[in-house]
């Protein structure tokens, strides 16, 4: 009855390419036995599947630069399909057992649940809600860079929303955590899945009344305002970029929140 | 030190009022001496606690007839205070083990973190992407009623947002699965916690092309069209209702996305 279905090649959590460039698949004959299958939906007409390694080591909670070049070479299908199944296996990978009672866990649902049961409790895939954020303050955009960045790219300000928060509220506060900046105006742009290991990005829009930075640098390594020529040079320099930015890469939300801003009036 | 510290009281996870029908709030000495204490920030100029109840029985993931009243009673800052802080308590109580190896974990930074001894794993509370939308078809707005609801009592149709979507792509999703229709135009409006668990709820407003619908009788009760004048009366009507219609109540994002909808043009 599986002869149609296809399953995911990986390489523990990362993409394995074909010679086309795009991701590779198999059938589930190429699974394990006993490994645990999880089901990512109809792709062409075939049930899709990727199984969840073995271990709970799953790396760091970020891209490191070989999934950005990655990353980069898959078509925007493929990196859907990619990024839903990363964040579904990662969290298998993490979820072994129930964290209300420390027993072991068992898939369920296809590998949108898994089950405790020992003390019946039902675990589901987690999705965090991340706010990344433009901030305008008379025509020029604040953008800042992790330690962990590439030499010269900087990005939108971003941060987890917390518990008890709106959208609205967790953007101001990041903003004022981050750089020191009162913000207001705050207004929804575009989102955006991210699998590291699984985000929704939320991204908005805002304005400053002033420019007076206070970087928190446990944060960030550096915060700046650009000009729109600034960033239009840097985009036009592409993967090069210019002497003192790299603009954020096509598949990153920044890149589509920061043409925007250049797009729009 | 702590003697300008307030304490939210709770009776499990529910409020408890003072004569004022206000919440609650006793000092650090009312805590047992082996509680585990969240830090809900400064109100006020005091930094407030909440102490994390014994057990893990949380009860069901939405708000009982009880605490539907009780929130009725509260102000918006109370209402504030006490769904972030039950947000977090809950959060602990399901997460006294570590997903990732089974072995228990201890409360950390204050409560908004929990640290594994075993595998230095570190476990942060979680918040769930929720989309909520109007979908408008000529004039009509689509409300359904989940099989819990009181009587006569429709809402916004509501889901979790899953690990690889849009919020936009969320949206049409659950519209199409609970109510069999495609919408277009998805546009955000507002947004809101809800503490039952810890969702974010992500207000949206999106366009059906037309209005027959397929119901998912095991999400929902009914579902069905109102136009502005059954709502208006509703509204109109309070806490009664009228004969077809229980309005949301006012401190549901329910409520607040009808009305804007009732508002505009």
Redesign the interface.
Known sequence: MNWKARLLKMDGLDPVFDDAGGLQWGTLADAAPDAELVFLGMLDGKPCFAPVPDG?ETGPPFANPRMWNAMGMLSAADL?SY???R??VD?HM???????????TQLAKGG?QRDCGA?N?Q???????VTIMLVEHEGRLLLGRQPRFPARMYSALAG?????????EAVAREVHEEAGLRVRDVR?I????W?FP?Q?M?GCYSVADDDQLTIDKTELDDARWFTREELEAARAAGKEGTDTLLFPQSFAIAHTLVTWWMNKE
């Open positions: 709970n859907a990024g839903g199944a964040s579904l969290w993490r979820h072994r057992f129930c964290a209300r009672c420390g027993s072991p949108w003390c409790a675990h589901f895939p987690r999705t965090d809600p987890f929303v917390e518990p008890g928060e709106t959208i609205e929804y575009a989102s955006q899945p699998p699984s929704l939320i």
